[in-house]
């Protein structure tokens, strides 16, 4: 077949390359980003302490991101592709190609071997193949719906990953050394840290309160990281040694 069809051949195996590429990338990245953000929101909710349950976490993260990216993307790279599966895969889009460049990519790759047909006709069939190969438009060989739904579905995962790094990048920062670091000791930032404060809402720092038998005692606590649990209780020791525990009530402050 003439130069004209080597052209079309290595730009058809160019451009499958380029989206065989593109596709497998998207997935794999599908694959780790998406896994990481399930396993990490798994941590958050769970607390998983263990090390031996935190690198079963990362071991799988890793797992599962070789295994997306070898099935969708090194593997699918490796196959080589001869002139006959090429003028194949050109015909299922050309209506006008019929079986002639198969049949014109087949004859060549045998030399035009006398045991395939008169070798005239094998001659005649490649140089009616080579008045197809001119029409051949590489923009209809290929349907990029695939590489297009493996895009949006990269994009949307990253996107919501990024959503959760930026409402809580902190949160996000521990995520991610738990699981590189399975065996490390580092723990999830608190969300509550409170503070007394008496009735003038001054901090309380080694103060002794006093109050009048008969009237009531005020004393008021904040979280220094956010809102108050719901479950906030007090805890008292009375002299006689016996503990109450009383349910705080929440209230609001204008100013």
Do not use: K
């Not at 780790?32 to 799988?60: C, E, K, P, Q, Y």
């Not at 006709?121 to 438009?137: E, I, M, P």
């Not at 930032?189 to 002794?208: H, I, Q, S, W, Y």
């Not at 004393?219 to 906030?232: C, H, M, Q, R």
Request: proline letters at 4%.
């Amino acid at each position: 077949m003439s130069d004209r069809w080597n052209n079309i051949a290595e730009q058809v195996r160019s451009r499958l390359r380029r989206l065989m590429l593109l596709r497998g990338l998207s997935w794999a990245f599908v694959a780790f980003v998406g896994v990481t953000w399930l396993v990490g929101m798994a941590d958050w909710g769970l607390h998983l302490n263990t090390s031996g349950t935190r690198i079963l976490f990362s071991l799988g993260v890793i797992g599962v991101s070789l295994v997306v990216l070898w099935r969708e993307m090194i593997r699918p790279l490796l196959v080589s592709l001869s002139d006959v599966d090429v003028a194949r895969l050109i015909e299922r889009s050309q209506s006008s190609a019929n079986d002639r460049l198969a049949s014109a990519a087949q004859f060549r790759a045998a030399n035009m071997d006398a045991s395939l047909g008169s070798p005239e006709l094998q001659r005649s069939v490649v140089a009616r193949a080579d008045d197809v190969v001119g029409d051949v438009d590489i923009d209809q060989v290929f349907s990029i719906t695939p590489v297009r739904r493996a895009a949006f579905t990269a994009a949307t995962v990253g996107l919501v990953a990024l959503v959760t790094v930026l409402s809580s990048p902190q949160t996000a920062q521990t995520a991610l050394q738990r699981l590189v670091m399975p065996f490390a000791h580092v723990p999830w930032p608190r969300t509550t840290d409170l503070r007394l404060l008496n009735a003038e809402l001054t901090p309380l720092v080694n103060e002794t309160l006093r109050t009048t038998a008969g009237e009531p005692l005020s004393v008021y606590a904040e979280n220094v990281l956010g809102e108050l649990p719901d479950d906030l209780t007090l805890e008292l020791v009375l002299p006689d040694e016996t503990q109450q525990t009383q349910s705080l009530r929440t209230t609001l402050l204008r100013d």
